[in-house]
């Protein structure tokens, strides 16, 4: 999805006197200040209120409009909405509404609304010859530019018929089956929301995106019950009752970064019940030809400093401890922490700007009713996290530079339990806990079998679910291996019929455990170290000889 951070509008916010904000601010900002000024204090009715009132407006122009007398005469509710927010696609939209009408539920059975964010290119067009063939394709086109997805969203939330509501950006594409698939599963569920496999599609490769959320066919559970649920939290694969969000007002807020998470936070505080399915529905466009996608050109540090509107959002809901954990952690270590253990920070000559919202992160826990770091699930951020809060800044610093500088990391084990040991550490950081570890030993071949046998050892041994060889570029590219685990030692075999089935690539064979968590098997081949002025490397040969390389 494009969108350009548009020119602020002066326009009248009718619901904020009751807020106590000016009514002449830029809208766009306004909102963003609301969420971290005011407590986030802001009402969802208010995004409600603001699209409603575009709609009602001459700041759009309606082709087929769902809610004209004449739809609501003939009484065409469809069966699913699709919303998709366009700003200059006209590179990617053709495909997109072609995914949409080529769907084998039916076109008939669907309602597309496509809100167009004041382009400037020639995709309002094609969108409305689009619309003028079909008239369950609904073309808003805004006079003015909003900035950010939240709007036009939010305008077709509003003008949604649909029994179920799904959204669809303007530069990605549907499988073609997969609103049928999402749909019959409610149905079949009545369940509140459901959500599928998402394929990120790269020039030279694809890969699932939140592979725990689509791993296997589970009906009608708590979301609370699905590990890293609140990890996914972006509008592809997903589909859920129109009802749920005009009940309980839930809408976009208008922000260039971070909507979606706080739109689907509220989805996941007000469902009952989820399905999740391991079917592909999905594909998100992260091709050479989309360089100007929002995830792409958005600033890593604007990303963050949108996290603490999230965070503060959250916490003036007073949810339980169980729900607000949830959503929080994830935002505390996937979001904020883990933004250190990148390229990006380790390489930056502004580490300060990073350590500034890490400060301004850790300032919103001091009056959680619980240790946020107690539901980390890595143990090296919470090592890291540890660190700086004793004030050991420059350490803290250098454990994320020594973890993506160190090609030779030496791994520990101590009562069967991995452990990273840093160097550079003396206390009781020396060694930091890896949840898994495996290190391949031996391999050979025997009666036209692979058989390669290897060291694992964590806490997740008796949670191993299969060994699979995966293609590094093709998610559907892929075979299970037979495998036996005594103890601290495993065996994998494949044998190589099964290999025939697999098409030309490199591949990587994994460890899952968890159902949806993947390790590597580990094969040292080399270990290179600066001794004074001089390179020493160890390392296997063409001929698999242990050799040695000194270089000056």
Same mark, same amino acid.
């Given at each position: 999805?494009? $969108?350009?951070?548009?020119?602020?509008?002066? +326009?009248?916010?009718?619901?904020?006197?009751?807020? @106590?904000?000016?009514? #002449?601010i830029p809208r766009f900002a306004s909102r963003t200040t609301i969420l971290s000024n005011r407590r986030a204090s802001i009402l969802d009715t208010s995004f409600k209120q603001h699209a409603k009132e575009y709609?009602?407006? &001459?700041? +759009?122009?309606?082709?087929?409009?769902?809610?004209?007398?004449?739809?609501?005469?003939l009484k065409r509710n469809k069966k699913v909405t699709i919303v998709t927010a366009s700003y200059n696609s006209e590179n990617f939209i053709k495909q997109t509404m072609d995914s949409v009408i080529n769907q084998t539920i039916?076109?008939?059975?669907? =309602?597309?609304?496509? +809100? *167009?964010?004041?382009?400037? *290119?020639?995709?309002?067009?094609?969108?409305? =010859? %689009? !619309?003028?063939?079909?008239?369950?394709?609904? $073309?808003?086109?805004?006079? /003015? #530019?909003?900035?950010?997805?939240?709007?036009?969203? #939010?305008? @077709?939330?509003?003008? !949604?018929?649909?029994? %179920?509501?799904?959204?669809? &950006?303007a530069d990605d594409w549907l499988a073609p089956d997969g609103i049928e698939a999402l749909y019959n599963i409610l149905e079949e569920t009545n369940d509140d929301y459901v959500v599928g496999k998402t394929i990120k599609v790269e020039t030279k490769e694809q890969s699932i995106v939140g592979e725990f959320a689509s791993i296997m066919e589970r009906r009608s559970i708590s979301p609370f019950d699905v590990p890293h649920f609140f990890h996914h939290m972006g509008p592809p694969s997903k589909m859920m009752k129109l009802s749920l969000l005009k009940e309980h007002d839930i809408r976009f807020p208008e922000m260039k970064f971070a909507e979606d998470k706080l739109f689907f936070c509220d989805v996941f505080f007000h469902v009952n019940r989820v399905s999740t399915t391991t079917k592909p529905i999905y594909y998100v466009n992260r091709t050479d030809d989309n360089p100007s996608s929002l995830t792409r050109v958005t600033n890593v540090l604007d990303k963050r400093r949108s996290d603490l509107n999230v965070i503060n959002y959250i916490k003036v809901k007073k949810l339980s401890i169980e729900k607000e954990k949830a959503a929080l952690t994830?935002?505390? =270590?996937t979001d904020i922490v883990k933004t250190f253990d990148s390229w990006l920070f380790v390489k930056s000559e502004?580490? /300060?700007d990073f350590i500034e919202i890490l400060e301004?992160?850790? /300032?919103?826990?001091?009056?959680l009713r619980y240790d946020f770091r107690k539901g980390f699930k890595t143990p090296f951020y919470r090592a890291a996290i540890d660190l700086f809060l004793e004030g050991r800044k420059d350490d803290f610093i250098k454990l994320f530079e020594w973890s993506k500088r160190d090609k030779n990391k030496k791994y520990v084990i101590q009562d069967s339990f991995p452990y990273y040991e840093v160097p550079f550490l003396e206390d009781k950081y020396r060694f930091i806990r890896i949840p898994?570890? !495996?290190?391949?030993?031996?391999s050979y071949v025997v009666n036209n079998r692979y058989v390669q046998t290897f060291e694992i050892y964590g806490d997740y041994i008796d949670n191993i679910n299969t060994v699979l060889i995966r293609d590094r570029k093709r998610f559907d590219n892929e075979v299970?291996?037979? $495998?036996?685990?005594?103890?601290?030692? @495993?065996?994998?075999?494949?044998?190589?019929? *099964?290999?025939?089935?697999?098409?030309?690539?490199?591949?990587?064979? $994994?460890?899952?455990?968890? *159902?949806?968590?993947?390790?590597?098997?580990?094969?040292?081949?080399?270990?290179?170290?600066?001794?004074?002025?001089?390179? +020493?490397?160890f390392y296997t040969s063409l001929a698999n000889n242990l050799s040695l390389s000194i270089k000056s």
């Open positions: 999805m494009k $969108f350009t951070k548009g020119r602020p509008k002066t +326009v009248i916010l009718h619901i904020s006197t009751s807020l @106590g904000i000016p009514t #002449n709609i009602d407006s &001459d700041r +759009v122009y309606i082709i087929n409009n769902p809610n004209s007398f004449r739809n609501k005469f039916g076109m008939h059975n669907i =309602e597309h609304i496509i +809100v *167009d964010d004041c382009s400037t *290119d020639n995709s309002p067009e094609i969108i409305k =010859e %689009y !619309a003028l063939q079909y008239n369950n394709i609904c $073309f808003v086109s805004l006079k /003015e #530019n909003s900035g950010s997805p939240g709007l036009p969203r #939010n305008i @077709g939330i509003e003008l !949604a018929t649909g029994k %179920y509501i799904t959204f669809l &950006d994830r935002i505390y =270590e502004s580490k /300060e301004q992160a850790i /300032e919103t826990t001091k009056n898994m570890l !495996a290190k391949a030993l031996d299970h291996c037979d $495998f036996h685990i005594s103890g601290n030692f @495993g065996q994998l075999q494949v044998n190589y019929k *099964d290999l025939d089935k697999l098409k030309n690539s490199l591949f990587t064979v $994994f460890i899952r455990y968890n *159902d949806y968590q993947l390790i590597n098997i580990k094969r040292i081949l080399k270990t290179q170290v600066t001794h004074g002025k001089r390179n +020493v490397e």
